[in-house]
């Protein structure tokens, strides 16, 4: 199933098959495909997605809650994001820009249960 129903054409992420979640090397040959990477997603804590990225650690990521956009097949999303931080092939500053681009085209808020924090928008 596509990630999302009526995708974006500027939004260059794409579906991932098991085995590319499985073995993420693919991550920087894809790279060299798609438009650069925004700037807005290169400056640390300059928008609400960069609060995110310190929390997909495995304790807390059993427990995150995302609402996806509409379209969007979220646990499709998730994969990819997964695949994008399970990669060596990358530096650590070009995942967090392509995660925080990834969290905003696919889901509107997130929160982690058991956390007191309030949902945190990415819009």
């Known amino acids: 199933m596509p990630i999302a129903t009526d995708p974006d054409p500027a939004c260059p992420f794409r579906e991932v098959t098991d085995a590319e979640a499985v073995f993420p090397a693919w991550v920087s040959l894809w790279l060299e495909e798609i438009p650069p990477i925004p700037d807005a ?6 928008a609400t997605t ?14 995150m809650k995302m609402i996806p956009r509409e379209g969007v097949d979220a646990e499709e999303a998730w ?7 399970g990669t060596y092939s990358i530096k650590h500053e070009t995942k967090e820009a392509l995660v925080g681009w990834a ?7 997130y929160w982690v249960d058991g956390e007191e ?3 945190v928008r990415l819009e």
Do not use: Q, T
Request: with cysteine; net charge positive; glycine share 0%.
């Open 41 to 46: 997603y290169w400056k640390r804590n300059s």
């Open 50 to 63: 960069f609060a995110m990225i310190p929390m997909l650690h495995p304790d807390k990521v059993e427990r």
């Open 79 to 85: 994969k990819l994001i997964l695949a994008i931080l």
């Open 103 to 109: 969290l905003e085209s696919f889901f509107l808020c």
């Open 117 to 119: 924090d309030p949902p």
